[in-house]
Structure formats: structure tokens, C-alpha cells
């Protein structure tokens, strides 16, 4: 699976759009990429996956570039609980023998009142 | 809510001793992952059983041990536990298929963790 680069930190106003960047330059044609969040100690949260197009859930949107080297999740009106450990996640898009996740540092986004 | 159940959400224990940890995943999941976070290593993959099976292993050490049962619940087992094994351990479940341990674009939805303290 293709390796990630995340900010460490990011701070956003409450109200505000969070837009979180995630570095990819090597995914492959096959590998989707995934969000997941984690609230303090809490178990990580499914937020939204894409392969190329940009998608839009109740909780984000996703947006890939179309080199797909590089992708940003954007929280459009953010919240305090939404200050949470958010991980880009580079996954094959076949499940084969396994699904499982590799998790890397993730972006610790601060939503500030 | 998941719908992924851990238990016991804490345990404190000396070292040197042995301790299971149990993960019930969600209705109808056939795979369970297993993941500790401790603060210098973030998340780290352990190991993953599908339909009773191991399909995965990552990161996990020889004092550790997983098995998934028939009613598909999976336990953690830890022996010989040093002060570096206290952690956060999560169990995630996914629905798997027959074909192989996940198809394509599977979720996992993840519990709420067991806090594990070794004095």
C-alpha cells in the first residue's frame, strides 16, 4: 500500500470549512483512498473513501486531484467534536486476503471556539 | 455505537502475568482485526482472523496470541506482560466474503478499546 504524508497539526475555527491535505505520490491505479478520525482514546471512525472522483458524504467531502497524487477531506462547517486525529489512508481496492488498515501519524486537527 | 464490543474497557495488572482480551464484532462480520496504540508507536495492525481463520499478521509478538471462535467473537491473549505492553488494544470488524478475508472497498468499524495498564 502506498505511503501518506499528513501536517501534523492543523488549527480551524469553529464554523469554519477544515480542509485537511494528504500527500500520495506513489498510490497506484488500484488503491482507493480512505479517511478515517479518531476522537481522543476513542475506537477510529470510517469518514469517507474515493478513487479518482471527488465524493461527498454526511460527514466530508473528498476531494482527489486528477493525478491522484494528492487528495484533501474537507469538514465544511467544522464543530468541536470534530477535533479529533484524522488519518489519509492508501488501500488496494481488492480485498484479497486481507482489508486491514496501516495507520500512519494522521493530522491532529483543533477546532478553536 | 459500532456495534463492535470490547471488553473489559480497563485492566490493570502486574508484570509477568497473563490477560485476555475479548472482541465481539458486529452482527453478520466475518473479520476481526486486532490493533494496539500505545503513544510513541500510534496505531499498530496485530492481526486479523477471518471466519476463524488467521488472514493477516502484522506487528504482533510471540508472547501475544489471537484466536476467532465459532460464533465468530475473537480474543487477545497476552502472557508474560512488560511494562511496554500497556496500551490501547482495538478490535475492528468488517464483513469479509467467502473469496477471501475483505472485497473491495470494506469498512471497518473499530470498538471502543480495552485500556490495558501494566504496573
Known amino acids: 500500500d502506498a505511503k501518506t504524508t499528513q501536517p501534523t497539526s492543523m488549527d480551524c475555527a469553529e464554523g469554519r470549512a477544515a480542509n485537511l491535505p494528504c500527500n500520495h505520490s506513489?498510490?497506484?491505479?488500484?488503491?482507493?483512498v480512505y479517511w478515517y478520525r479518531q476522537i481522543h482514546s476513542q475506537g477510529p471512525q470510517y469518514i469517507i473513501h474515493?478513487?479518482?472522483n471527488n465524493e461527498t458524504n454526511e460527514m466530508a467531502s473528498l476531494i482527489i486531484t486528477e493525478d491522484r497524487k494528492s487528495s484533501t477531506l474537507i469538514l465544511p462547517h467544522a464543530t468541536l467534536r470534530d477535533t479529533a486525529v484524522y488519518y489519509c489512508i492508501v488501500r488496494a481496492s481488492y480485498g484479497g486476503a486481507t482489508n486491514k488498515l496501516i495507520f500512519g501519524t494522521g493530522t491532529l486537527l483543533a477546532v478553536q471556539p | 455505537d459500532s456495534g463492535v464490543t470490547q471488553t473489559p474497557k480497563h485492566l490493570i495488572t502486574a508484570t509477568g502475568q497473563r490477560v485476555t482480551l475479548r472482541c465481539s464484532p458486529r452482527?453478520?462480520?466475518?473479520?476481526v482485526y486486532w490493533y494496539q496504540q500505545s503513544l510513541d508507536q500510534g496505531l499498530q495492525f496485530l492481526i486479523q482472523?477471518?471466519?476463524?481463520?488467521?488472514?493477516a499478521k502484522g506487528n504482533i509478538l510471540e508472547r501475544f496470541s489471537a484466536q476467532q471462535f465459532p460464533d465468530l467473537h475473537s480474543e487477545l491473549n497476552l502472557s508474560s506482560l512488560e511494562l511496554g505492553d500497556s496500551a490501547l488494544y482495538f478490535c475492528?470488524?468488517?464483513?469479509?466474503?467467502?473469496?477471501?478475508?475483505?472485497?473491495?472497498?470494506?469498512?471497518?468499524?473499530f470498538g471502543s478499546g480495552t485500556q490495558l495498564s501494566v504496573l
Open positions: 452482527s453478520g462480520d466475518l473479520s
Open positions: 475492528a470488524s468488517s464483513a469479509g466474503t467467502a473469496a477471501g478475508g475483505g472485497r473491495t472497498n470494506e469498512k471497518l468499524f
Open positions: 474515493g478513487l479518482k
Open positions: 506513489t498510490i497506484s491505479g488500484n488503491e482507493y
Open positions: 482472523y477471518y471466519n476463524g481463520e488467521e488472514r
